[in-house]
């Protein structure tokens, strides 16, 4: 089992930023690529972000390429998502999740509680 809690979210002004933070606890956190989604009203959740067991390697939805910075730190057992010039359609709920990474992120059913983020234009 692994269990995931974020933290971060909050208002914030459109052009603003937010960081986003999960601690994991649990099996081998360095064993899991780790992923961030995110979920708004009445649509599906989908993948924001994602970054491999080492690091190395990340993957962003084009939604939000230049802007969302995925990083994470094995020592700590946490992963962090910076989110610059935020626009108001990035209100959601944002999830973290433990998964692989093989050509594409595979989740996991290992989430987060979520932490809301609202973007007021």
């Known amino acids: 089992q692994v269990q995931l809690v974020e933290s971060g979210g909050g208002l914030v002004q459109a052009g603003g930023s937010l960081r986003l933070s999960c601690a994991a606890s649990?099996?081998?956190?360095?064993?899991?690529?780790m992923g961030w989604f995110r979920q708004a009203p009445g649509k599906e959740r989908e993948l924001v972000a994602a970054i491999t067991r080492s690091g190395g390697g990340t993957y962003y939805a084009e939604s939000v390429k230049g802007r969302f910075t995925i990083s994470r730190d094995n020592a700590k057992n946490t992963v962090a998502l910076q989110m610059n010039s935020l626009k108001p359609e990035d209100t959601a709920v944002y999830y973290c999740n433990a998964g692989t990474y093989s050509s594409r992120y595979y989740p996991y059913d290992y989430w987060g509680q979520g932490t809301q983020v609202t973007v007021s234009s």
């Open positions: 649990g099996r081998t956190f360095s064993n899991y690529a």
